[in-house]
């Protein structure tokens, strides 16, 4: 742990890098060793996520705007609905983070709600 460095610290070092410092100069500047200082800057880019990387999205951003579209026009409908009647083979749970990226919240039914309330209760 003696290597760690504080989060001000990885600030100062940080800021230092961006304005074209290099780990020799952090590390004198700060009295960090220069070992530390370039491990942290390596990692720091390692830990970003690339351009693509991971599993590609299933929905385009036109079938994105269709499912919102249809959860506006018609707010009782349900996931499982939205996602036949657009013929598309995606999951409630993709349908829900697609609310959430939109900046809509899921809504519950009147049964849901009761559902929920004497759980609550319980």
Avoid: H
Wanted: hydrophobic share 40%.
């Amino acid at each position: 742990m003696a290597n760690l460095l504080a989060a001000f610290r990885k600030g100062q070092v940080n800021i230092l890098y961006k304005d074209g410092l290099s780990a020799v100069a952090i590390s004198k500047a700060l009295q960090i060793p220069r070992t530390t200082i370039r491990n942290w800057i390596t990692s720091d880019f390692k830990l970003t996520q690339q351009e693509g990387s991971g599993r590609p999205c299933k929905t385009s951003l036109r079938d994105k705007r269709q499912v919102l579209r249809l959860a506006v026009s018609d707010p009782t409908i349900c996931a499982k609905d939205i996602a036949s009647s657009l013929d598309l083979n995606i999951s409630r749970t993709t349908i829900g983070r697609i609310f959430l990226k939109g900046g809509y919240k899921i809504k519950l039914s009147k049964p849901q709600k009761k559902k929920r309330l004497n759980w609550a209760v319980r």
